[in-house]
């Protein structure tokens, strides 16, 4: 651009510098100040711009000849007053040499952010003053979006329902580099040999912040507490998870991923999936901002070993039905070829015993039959219908005896202990029960087996034997289907059917089924429901 009219027209500048004729002096400021990368002005001590080189002509939208700009106009209102002030600072000899910031005005009337400096300039005895403008606008642009996504990361992390920490790793970054220094070159054996040093190295962690997911995992009230809880965390799992995390990291590693059992600050243990994730800068770890997400997976671990439990019970199921079923359907199968085959060989009450076996082998797999059928309904209720009424107790239990005599179930008949009792009941359900728990003392108790029924304080039937008895802990289980007792002596049944289901009748006639262990005796009790009109 020219400068303004008539004054000082040997500053002139005009896009590219012509040419010098022979002789003549060289032009002020030359190709230097005209094709510089700022912006750059030089004013008058009216503020008038004398010159403009070509950014400075492009930032603010200037004509390059003839017209006459003054400064002032070039700024917003705002800040207009404070930059004239600094710039009179700067004729009066005092450099404007640290950025002042400024609002300006550009080509299209937008406004910009820009920053100052400026120097006097003394040319043919007159004060000049240069100026230099640096434009803001993508470094506030770049500000702004950095701001917007930190604010985007800390609502992400705040709001995370995962439990997020961010940790700066990075005097554990110096200790990697010192031993590298000396020649250690596997962290996983250097560890080994100086145990002492992981947890010098956990100590430099520093915390930076945590999310709301984090402090409520941890039942903290404040980043203090968790800082504080850190040693106090120290299980030898919590330490192995810190020594693969560094040992990962030591090797270039950017991610890591470990389970363990961790504990919160009222020291209750959970199990928890830790995994660390650091990012990259320049194409390496940057270890000053380590993101380290917890979660609790106590629940789907136990969720995960009840599956492997079932898993493993269905095998167990099926190798022991396998051989229930096979054990009286081989009788049956071996006596009736065996009585077929040599019919006219046996007398008629050798006949007649063999016909007795293969029967109760029969009574044996229609009883497993109908138990496994029974245990697949979804409702015992709506898949065998009860139909209670008043009878004598005792004169049932006696008739579920002799079933149990005639079936071969038992070899003697148990001793019954009675007083005259009326139930109100499903008298034949109340006998299926009976003999489950009959045959289950026979097979599985001591030697003794004896019934007693009871009035009070509600009408009963205990099953007692003298066996060895069962755990504690598994009083309640045995009444869940497919279980066992632990130890194949003290089985309960073989296929865990029976006391399941008889226990679901007794609660589907409104009753109860229970067990206990006391003096020296295995005791089944089956209470029922009072018949009120007796």
Same mark, same amino acid.
């Given at each position: ?61 200037l ?6 700009y ?35 005005r ?13 120097h ?35 609502t ?32 996983a ?36 507490d ?18 693969d ?12 991923e ?11 243990? /959970?199990e ?9 800068r ?10 380290v997400?917890?979660q ?19 095998d ?5 039905i ?9 009788a049956v ?9 040599m ?12 016909m ?26 709506e ?7 008043? /009878? ?8 579920a005896?002799?079933?149990c ?13 009675a ?14 029960i ?5 045959i ?9 087996v ?9 009408p ?7 066996g ?7 009083w309640?289980?045995i ?7 632990s ?16 226990r ?6 409104d ?12 005791i ?11």
């Amino acid at each position: 651009m020219t400068l303004a009219s008539g004054k000082k027209q040997n500053l002139q500048v005009v896009g590219a510098p012509e040419a010098v004729e022979p002789g003549e002096p060289p032009r002020p400021f030359g190709s230097f100040f005209v094709y510089a990368v700022e912006s750059m002005l030089v004013l008058d001590d009216e503020f008038t711009v004398l010159a403009a080189n070509l950014a400075a002509q492009e930032l603010f939208g200037l004509a390059p000849d003839g017209v006459e700009y003054e400064f002032p106009t070039l700024l917003t209102d705002g800040c207009r007053e404070s930059v004239l002030r600094s710039l009179a600072s700067a004729f009066g000899g005092t450099p404007l040499t640290a950025p002042a910031a400024m609002s300006c005005r550009g080509r299209d009337g937008s406004e910009f952010s820009a920053r100052v400096l400026a120097h006097r300039i003394v040319h043919g005895g007159e004060d000049l003053l240069g100026v230099v403008i640096q434009d803001q606008s993508e470094a506030v642009a770049a500000l702004e979006f950095y701001r917007r996504e930190q604010e985007l990361y800390e609502t992400l992390f705040n709001l995370s329902p995962i439990a997020l920490r961010e940790e700066d790793f990075t005097a554990v970054a110096s200790w990697f580099a010192r031993l590298r220094r000396q020649g250690t070159t596997d962290l996983a054996s250097y560890l080994d040999g100086n145990p002492g040093h992981l947890m010098d190295a956990i100590g430099t962690i520093k915390t930076v912040r945590v999310n709301r997911a984090m402090v409520e995992l941890m039942g903290a009230m404040t980043l203090a507490d968790l800082d504080s809880h850190r040693r106090d965390e120290m299980t030898d799992e919590v330490l192995a998870s810190f020594r693969d995390e560094f040992v990962a990291l030591f090797e270039g590693g950017t991610s890591h991923e470990s389970e363990f059992v961790g504990l919160n600050l009222s020291g209750e243990p /959970f199990e928890c999936l830790l995994k660390l994730s650091v990012q990259s800068r320049d194409g390496q770890p940057d270890l000053s901002r380590v993101i380290v997400a917890i979660q609790d997976v106590t629940e789907v671990r136990a969720y995960q070993r009840t599956l492997e439990s079932l898993i493993a019970g269905k095998d167990r199921f099926v190798a022991s039905i396998s051989h229930e079923l096979r054990t009286p359907l081989s009788a049956v199968m071996g006596l009736s070829q065996e009585l077929n085959e040599m019919w006219d060989d046996f007398e008629p009450d050798e006949a007649r015993e063999l016909m007795g076996l293969i029967a109760r082998g029969a009574c044996d797999l229609a009883s497993l039959v109908a138990d496994l059928l029974l245990a697949a309904q979804p409702e015992v209720e709506e898949a065998v219908p009860a139909a209670p009424e008043s /009878f004598d107790l005792v004169a049932n239990v006696n008739r579920a005896v002799d079933d149990c005599l005639i079936a071969g179930d038992v070899t003697s008949r148990p001793v019954v202990h009675a007083a005259e009792v009326y139930c109100r009941a499903d008298p034949q359900r109340v006998r299926q029960i009976i003999r489950n728990l009959v045959i289950n003392a026979a097979r599985y108790g001591g030697d003794s087996v004896e019934l007693r029924v009871v009035a009070e304080p509600q009408p009963a039937v205990l099953v007692l034997d003298d066996g060895p008895g069962i755990p504690v802990a598994e009083w309640d289980r045995i009444f869940d289907p497919y279980q066992q007792v632990s130890g194949n002596d003290s089985a309960r049944g073989a296929l865990g059917l029976g006391l399941a289901i008889s226990r679901q009748l007794a609660e589907m006639m409104d009753g109860d089924l229970s067990y206990h262990y006391r003096g020296g005796k295995s005791i089944f009790t089956l209470a029922l429901p009072r018949d009120e009109k007796q």
